[in-house]
């Protein structure tokens, strides 16, 4: 890149009036470098550092590093004094020029009789101080040497009359300030030759710049006379590309933004996405401009906006303008932008929206109920019910609250001899109790089991084992129990199967206001095997009219646990109907959910309380 630029003896004369000689240091011997050894506040150069020595004479610091063209000089940073790499005559001998440029040291001491002689950027000791017959300046003359080479015939042109120097015995215009840092062909150049010639003084690299201000290469940043931003203001590339220069104007002061080097007025929210003529449109990054973004076909779709979050976009029509239709449960018309509005005629509780007007509810929507002994499902609106569960001729349905039904075993089986509530007789045609009581079991403070014999107390199951599954650790399961007639439950069973060592949480749940509360608990430690685990002694009384769960969690690792799938083989219980089972994870109050498809094989002993 760079471009060198001949000059001659002349040139290095001149460069000599302004030359800043050798390097100087505090120290005399590379031994004297030590710490402790350096004289309080010397300066001297290392490479391009200045390094000064304490007030201690203990150490020495960089005080500064000179940045190119300069070079460290004497122990400061200088600007360049001469022709990098260049011999000149100084003092009668013979001096180079470093390879900075800003420092110079002897070379050659010419002996007796000899003169320094410059010619072509060089300079040597000689017996003569000039080429004899050549041309040649004695200060501001331009003259000729002497035959013998002795030195400059007297006389010549007088340079200084016409304004000009005398260089290469020549009066020449001076184009340039001597020892001037100046920009050519994109590299620093130093003036010399008195003024009237160039040298390359730093080279530039492809990606820098010269920078005439400091005399330097750059980094190349920008192009020159180019507008951009600084945040608000606008900003303007230097001459020489190497940065950016405050233009003095700051958008903000007019309420406006810059952008691309101009101030410019916000149109829109940036980034945001809004309504316009039917379509959603997108404002840029700045918020000076919009484009479309989406096309919303009227007869499918209309814009709608969201204000609060700056958002836009095509959605479906909810009905034709000026229809009259029912939204859930309320009448409505529709708008003109083809949108239902947020108020109408509200049907009430008691009734269905439908085609526009309000009817009577046949049911309570979402709700299951009981219906010609079986369960039947209300749809969302009340309108109408439908068959959900077909109850089979030995069972009947029983509401269980909460918009619930279940499918639970008949108390007692027509005709046939039984035990309701501790009573022992023969059951009426239906089943829905006895039609005579031939013994009454609580008389003797017991209660009747499954074979219509009054005992003290009765284990009774519930289930069978239809299905196998893998529960992890930590999990419970747990059967849920309507009771009809007062008991003491005294110990409750699960069939596990445990391969390991595990700890057993054995729980009775009421059910209080939609939810499962704990009521007793005990612990079973180091459970294992395949078989009917059981809590062992418990009391805790069982009120007619309520609903319970007995449950089982277990601890330290996975475990299997067996059900019974509906229809359930089961023939009732002698105090309640089992309506369901339920997993969970054991926790002191959960939710009243629970499986009527399933009924987990657990057993219950219970006597009077």
Known sequence: MGRSIGFGAGALVALGLWLSGCSGSSKTSPEDDDADKCSPGARRCDGSAVKVCNAEGTAEAVQETCAAPESCSEGQCVGTACVPNTKFCKSGAVWKCDSTGGGSALAETCGTGQFCLMDDEDAECSDTSCIAGEPTCDGDLATKCKADGSGPVAGGADCAKSNQVCYLGKCQDATCAAGEKVCQHDDVYLCSGSGTSMALLVDCQAMEVCDSKLGTCRPRVCEPGKLDCDSSRVVECNDFGSGWEQSGTDCTAVGQVCIAGACKKQTCTPSSTFCEGGNVYQCDSAGVSSSLWQVCQPEYYHCEAYPSSNYAQCRFNDCQPGQVLCDGNTIKTCTADSTLPPTGTDCGNDNYCENASCKPRVCTPFEYF????????????????????????????????????????????????????????????????????????????????????????????????????????????????????????????????????????????????????????????????????????????????????????????????????????????????????????????????????????????????
């Open 370 to 609: 009981c219906k010609d002994k079986d369960i039947y499902y209300c749809d969302d609106y009340g309108r109408a019910a439908y068959l959900a569960q077909d109850c089979s001729n030995d069972t009947i349905c029983q509401a269980s609250g909460g918009g619930g039904a279940t499918c639970v075993t008949l108390p007692c089986q027509p005709d046939e001899t039984s035990c309701v509530n501790n009573k022992v007789g023969k059951c009426a045609a239906d089943g829905s109790a006895l039609a005579t009581v031939t013994e009454d079991c609580t008389a003797g403070g017991n209660v009747c089991d499954n074979d219509n014999k009054c005992v003290k107390s009765v284990t009774e199951k519930m289930g069978i084992e239809d299905e196998l599954e893998t529960q992890s650790s930590s999990m419970a399961i747990g059967d849920i129990i309507d009771v009809t007639s007062n008991r003491k439950l005294t110990e409750i069973g699960a069939n596990l199967v445990l391969v390991a060592s595990r700890d057993l949480r054995w729980v009775v749940f009421e059910y209080v206001d939609g939810s499962y509360v704990a009521r007793i608990d005990k612990v079973v430690t180091n459970q294992k095997g395949s078989t009917y685990f059981t809590s062992g002694a418990m009391s805790y009384q069982l009120k007619a009219g309520r609903r319970y769960m007995v449950a089982v969690a277990v601890t330290g690792g996975s475990f299997g646990t067996l059900y019974d799938y509906a229809p359930w083989s089961l023939d009732g219980l002698s105090f309640g109907n089992p309506i369901g089972g339920v997993p969970f994870y054991y926790s002191a109050n959960i939710g009243g959910d629970f499986y009527p498809d399933r009924l987990y094989q657990m057993s219950v002993t219970t006597e009077l309380p």
